[in-house]
């Protein structure tokens, strides 16, 4: 018997979020999202059975005899659909992520796909799909189950590794990667869990309406989000960390007024804690509403800005900056 395994990863988003979900992006020309991978993998192990499905996920056990009796119970449901989309063969699945539960960083995409590429070498012997299809499939999926509009920024630092700008074209994104200095744009990002866990999708939902209704609040802000975008790139490749961080800063100020749960009060207080470290600038990660901040400081600032962190309640996540995307492993077991 063969047993697959595929490791993806994590993202921090550095500016631009929320503009990746269609279509907020082809409503302010030139959007972009710019992320990077980070050490923080997600896992999928997959055997096949000669019948039922077996889901291992957070110490917790679901077994079924089809797909779709999966996607029946909510706590399997993203798998099963996933299963039932692909017409999956039983199988036994074990799924595994480094990342806190609704930490902001992109897991539940790494997962998603993990598992269809997983799946793909279980029916052709390789993943034969390209990011930008596994992505597509992914982003429906994670759509279908939530009943609201996702984007698809999560998906592409998860198979491509590296810090990459999405452009959010008519047609479809284009994804450039940026040859950036991953070492020392880790030596200066520091990232921290606030322990609470977000809905992206609730916050996403709020802000998508607001800019749909045409609300010049909800314009302004998305479009200074994009400004932000649109200078990361530069600042990266060039080395100036400091003005990176301003732009996280920048993106943050004008992304906390979308909805009144994205700024809470444990972001704000982190935030705030690492600027009087001497932190160049940070914001929360995805959407906000708990999770994760990032922040950009100086080296020697480092041990303050940690401390900072930690003073004010946060779980250090030692992630750095990865090459690594998706890797798989097929062994006999």
């Known amino acids: 018997m063969k047993a697959i395994r595929v490791t993806t990863r994590c993202r921090v988003d550095l500016a631009g979020g929320t503009l990746d979900i269609w279509p907020l992006g082809l409503l302010h020309p030139g959007a972009q999202t710019v992320n990077v991978a980070i050490e923080l993998p997600v896992q999928v192990e997959l055997e096949p059975r000669d019948e039922r499905f077996l889901v291992r996920q957070d110490g917790e056990r679901h077994e079924a005899a089809s797909a779709a009796d999966l996607v029946r119970d909510p706590a399997s449901a993203l798998i099963g659909l996933a299963l039932e989309a692909v017409g999956a063969r039983p199988c036994a699945l074990t799924l595994d992520s480094a990342s806190p539960r609704g930490a902001g960083l992109g897991a539940s995409s790494a997962l998603v796909v993990a598992l269809l ?8 012997g390789r ?4 990011p930008e299809q596994r992505a597509a499939l992914a982003r429906d999926l994670e759509a279908r189950l939530m009943g609201l509009p996702t984007g698809r920024q999560d998906h592409f630092p998860a198979q491509l ?14 994804v450039r990667r940026l040859p950036v200095d991953l070492g020392a744009l880790g030596r200066r990002l520091v990232i921290g869990y606030t322990g609470q866990s977000h809905f992206s999708a609730g916050n996403n939902w709020q802000v998508i309406r607001r800019r749909l209704d045409g609300e010049p609040d909800a314009v302004r802000r998305l479009d200074a989000i994009r400004d932000a975008a649109a200078a990361m790139p530069e600042a990266l490749l060039a080395g100036d960390w400091e003005r990176a961080g301003a732009l996280m800063a920048d993106d943050w100020r004008a992304r906390r007024g979308l909805a009144p749960e994205i700024p ?8 705030d804690s690492c600027a009087r470290a001497g932190a160049w600038g940070g914001k929360a990660c995805g959407a906000g509403g708990g999770g994760c901040v990032a922040v950009l400081g ?8 940690v401390g900072a962190l930690r003073d004010a309640g946060a779980r250090l996540i030692e992630a750095p900056p990865t090459a690594s995307g998706l890797e798989f492993a097929i062994e006999d077991r």
């Not at 809470?264 to 935030?271: C, D, G, N, V």
């Open 264 to 271: 809470t009060r444990e972001l704000e207080r982190m935030l």
């Open 127 to 130: 993943p034969d799909a390209t």
């Open 161 to 174: 590794g590296g810090a990459l700008a999405l452009e959010h074209r008519l047609g479809g994104e284009r």
């Open 298 to 305: 100086p080296p020697e600032r480092r041990e303050a800005i």
């Open 117 to 124: 590429a997983a799946l793909e070498i279980a029916r052709h």
